[in-house]
């Protein structure tokens, strides 16, 4: 953590001295989109701390099972519009996620949730509208994210085991162990802990303060992660050619994963991302731009280096690997099958 306080604090400070160094071309360009995609993520991290540790005080595992459905159908779909509630988008989805499973909410729930609350929360819906306003991009985007956020949940719902799921660690964080217990232990002691029942004989004040220690926890244990992923993709924005992408931009497929691979490297949030998109409007087909708008909030460097602190590497790779070969499919389909004029 404290190496990359350290790489953080020193990119702040490249920014802030670069008008009185003569700082080479690509230093200069590496500070300033490091900092542009920092500044777009960790608002929303913020929120989604916040979230989480109101989340742990206030609601127990027994409001969960009373309010929430069991049924993974049912839990999915419940999961997927979980966002229009709490606008987190990709930042803040997983301190949010990491405590409601320790509530003792539903797997396929939880992963609809992260993949679908990027795009279904009210500031994207409004961003994205601005954009396109009432065209089928709009609607595509909509659709997809939904149906592709749904199908990816339920496959994840024939694994009840949440230990098979999330890190050890993470289970760790939450009983307040060293992590050197079996997983069975820990979700045994997890049940019993004050973040599965909050203690409703403390004061209103002293239950918002414990929320808010929480909130800061989150917030340092994903930020890191954040801040990694955001390293990463900054570097392959520079190493990428994008002209090379370019080159397949009408072709039905080849644009499509070009899109998505673009995406994945950006890492821009979604909150601006339609704004991006609007400028391929003439140069990509509609099947690459709706496949941009949907797996670029899913799935980019930074959500993946988030997940990894969240789900164990296997759960990753499957979440990944799913998310794009549906994005990738939608659009594909669009190409071959529907004409759309945006």
Not at 77 to 89: E, K, N, R
Request: charged share 10%; net charge neutral; with cysteine.
């Amino acid at each position: 953590m404290l190496i990359v306080l350290g790489i953080l604090l020193g990119t702040i400070a490249l920014d802030a001295l670069a008008p009185a160094i003569a700082l080479p071309d690509w230093m200069r360009h590496y500070v300033t989109t490091f900092l542009g995609i920092l500044l777009q993520s960790v608002p929303f991290l913020l929120l989604g701390s916040i979230i989480a540790g109101l989340i742990t005080e206030f609601v127990s595992a027994g409001d969960i099972a009373r309010f929430f459905p069991r049924n993974n159908v049912l839990g999915g779909f419940a999961g997927m519009l979980l966002g229009l509630c709490l606008p987190v988008c990709e930042g803040g989805g997983v301190p949010v996620v990491r405590r409601l499973y320790q509530k003792g909410f539903p797997i396929s729930a939880g992963i609809s949730f992260l993949l679908a609350a990027p795009v279904i929360n009210p500031i994207v819906i409004a961003s994205t509208w601005a954009a396109f306003g009432n065209s089928p991009l709009f609607w595509g985007r909509i659709i997809f994210t939904l149906i592709i956020a749904f199908g990816v949940g339920l496959v994840f719902s024939v694994q009840p085991n949440i230990t098979r799921v999330l890190l050890p660690r993470s289970l760790a964080t939450v009983i307040g162990s060293a992590g050197t217990g079996g997983e069975d232990s820990n979700m045994e002691q997890a049940a019993q802990s004050s973040a599965f029942h909050p203690s409703k004989s403390s004061s209103f004040t002293s239950r918002v303060f414990h929320a808010l220690g929480v909130a800061i926890d989150e917030f340092l244990d994903v930020g890191r992660y954040l801040i990694i992923g955001i390293l990463l993709a900054t570097a392959l924005q520079m190493l990428i050619p994008q002209p090379a992408l370019m080159s397949s931009a009408q072709q039905p497929v080849a644009s499509v994963i070009a899109l998505q691979a673009l995406a994945f490297v950006l890492s821009a949030s979604s909150t601006v991302d339609a704004s991006l998109a609007l400028s391929f409007v003439n140069t990509f087909t509609a099947g690459a731009i709706i496949a941009f708008l949907v797996f670029g909030p899913m799935l980019d460097i930074k959500s993946v280096s988030m997940y990894l602190g969240l789900f164990r590497p296997r759960v990753v790779f499957y979440l990944a690997t799913l998310t794009f070969l549906s994005a990738l499919l939608a659009g594909v389909f669009i190409n071959l099958n529907v004409s759309l004029a945006p």
